[in-house]
């Protein structure tokens, strides 16, 4: 599917598209983001004309008011440009990929030989876009911002019926920022439960790493994650994006995560065979006891170590006889009992 796509390991996906114009402030960004550990860098790929009418505005935290068709105008970029930050993300061990917004893009990206599709939430209930997508037999990772369930089951039908079944899905919120009270990660359990063939992820728009580490930790496969050199940079997408900071601790954690995962079986740590036995505790004598003597409750105490009888069979060694003398604090074992 994608070179760094690892079962049991999370996908961390650094989201650069909008955040840059040139080719060096793209570099820069994918050096950054080489540096923090990720697994790919994804672009957005528009041309205002085919994207928005004159008619669109934005109206969000991010933005203001402003006219879509503007600004999506601003940060366009052409196809030239696309193969040379594919081609220096390849050069850093990067998966690359991007989220087309027209099928002239899907075309175009396409002949960049892509190796996966990303759908933004915009596009998610754009069900021609979508099959046309589906046909072209790549991976696809589709955002679900502002989806009910029952439009993400005929999305995902949508594609299917193209005979593609190489889906992503990620929970998402179109709102920019995203604060705490509207993340809503348990939507993504509800979709992890209505779709358990596909791999589900977390798309991110808050302000913050947490809800991209809690994600992880509710079983997200892929996460993805806006990325920039500088939050005050200009562009409405810079102050929700992780800075390389933010960035690096954020693919740590997960990483932490992952190994403090561990296998869900419950047994001993490696690292706890040696405290089993200092730190339980056993019967010992609680006086002198003399060898054929019978041991009465008031003969024994449970003390530590823990290498000797264990506490639950205190009962049972009421009555039974010592072989062999056993000086106060002794640590009785089966052998040391007729």
């Not at 760094?4 to 955040?19: F, L, P, Q, V």
């Not at 950054?32 to 550990?37: F, L």
């Not at 994804?42 to 935290?61: C, H, R, V």
């Not at 929700?240 to 992952?258: F, G, H, N, T």
Request: hydrophobic share 40%; aromatic share 8%; charged share 25%.
């Amino acid at each position: 599917m994608f070179k760094r796509y690892i079962k049991d390991r999370c996908y961390i996906i650094a989201e650069i598209g909008g955040n840059f114009t040139t080719f060096e402030q793209a570099k820069r960004l994918i050096d950054e983001a080489a540096a923090c550990g990720v697994d790919a860098v994804k672009l957005q790929t528009y041309q205002a004309e085919t994207l928005s009418s004159p008619e669109a505005i934005f109206d969000m935290e991010n933005t203001g008011v402003v006219s879509q068709y503007e600004l999506f105008k601003k940060y366009e970029i052409n196809e030239a440009l696309h193969r040379a930050v594919f081609e220096y993300a390849d050069t850093k061990g990067l998966d690359w990929f991007s989220s087309p917004s027209h099928q002239n893009d899907v075309d175009m990206l396409e002949r960049c030989d892509v190796g996966a599709h990303k759908i933004g939430s915009d596009d998610a209930v754009n069900l021609p876009f979508l099959r046309y997508v589906a046909s072209k037999g790549k991976p696809i990772i589709l955002s679900t911002g502002m989806c009910t369930l029952d439009e993400v089951v005929e999305s995902v039908n949508a594609m299917y019926a193209e005979g593609n079944e190489k889906i992503i899905l990620l929970h998402a919120i179109t709102s920019y920022p995203t604060h705490p009270e509207n993340v809503n990660l348990r939507a993504m359990q509800t979709l992890a439960n209505t779709f358990p063939q596909l791999d589900i992820g977390y798309s991110d728009h808050t302000l913050s790493p947490v809800a991209c580490l809690c994600a992880v930790a509710m079983g997200a496969r892929v996460i993805e994650r806006h990325f920039t050199y500088d939050k005050q940079a200009d562009g409405p997408d810079h102050m929700l994006s992780a800075d390389p900071s933010e960035m690096k601790w954020l693919v740590e954690a997960i990483r932490s995560y992952e190994i403090m995962r561990g296998s869900g079986i419950k047994r001993p740590a490696n690292s706890e065979q040696k405290t089993r036995k200092n730190n339980r505790k056993s019967i010992v004598a609680a006086r002198d006891i003399c060898a054929g003597e019978r041991i009465s409750e008031v003969d024994i105490a449970i003390k530590r170590p823990g290498y000797g009888i264990a506490p639950k069979y205190f009962s049972q060694i009421i009555g039974r006889s010592v072989a062999q003398d056993m000086p106060a604090g002794s640590v009785l074992n089966w052998d040391s009992l007729t």
